[in-house]
């Protein structure tokens, strides 16, 4: 256990979402580097806050667009934030096209359409690489 949250904390754990977006943004791919912390008046929002925000970095693609003209996006993040993806996605300094579902930024719907598709580490005991995938469903 100590050794998977030190894995954690030191960032060599790999992980793949798939998110689909409520448009298509300017970029097919990139980094976003937005600094985030909680926002105290309307919690549980995060917020972009350059003086007291904690760095959060992550790597975007978009994999496609479907005929309702969503984009279809893998997020790779290399910090693990709350909300990182969500705002991340939503923030006009970001890609400025919500998670699809997102009810905290962007609009609700059925449900929140992002999905944590896969996630890689090194077993603490074999040191073995492992993958563990699901499948997106949407």
Request: aromatic share 2%.
């Given at each position: 256990h100590k050794a998977l949250q030190a894995a954690f904390a030191h960032g060599s754990v790999r992980k793949r979402y798939i998110a689909l977006l409520e448009k298509v943004p300017q970029k097919t791919e990139g980094e976003?580097?937005?600094?985030?912390?909680?926002?105290p008046y309307e919690r549980p929002r995060q917020m972009i806050e350059y003086t007291y925000g904690k760095p959060a970095q992550t790597i975007f693609k978009v994999l496609g667009i479907n005929d309702k003209g969503q984009a279809r996006v893998a997020f790779y993040p290399k910090t693990?934030?709350?909300?990182?993806?969500?705002?991340?996605?939503?923030?006009?300094?970001?890609?400025?096209?919500?998670?699809?579902?997102?009810?905290?930024?962007?609009?609700?719907?059925?449900?929140?359409y992002l999905?944590?598709?896969a996630i890689r580490f090194i077993h603490p005991a074999t040191g073995q690489l492992l993958t563990i995938e699901a499948p997106c469903p949407f």
């Open positions: 976003i580097s937005l600094p985030l912390c909680l926002n693990g934030r709350t909300h990182q993806l969500r705002l991340h996605a939503a923030h006009a300094e970001g890609l400025g096209c919500a998670i699809a579902g997102d009810d905290l930024y962007g609009h609700p719907s059925d449900r929140l999905h944590a598709e």
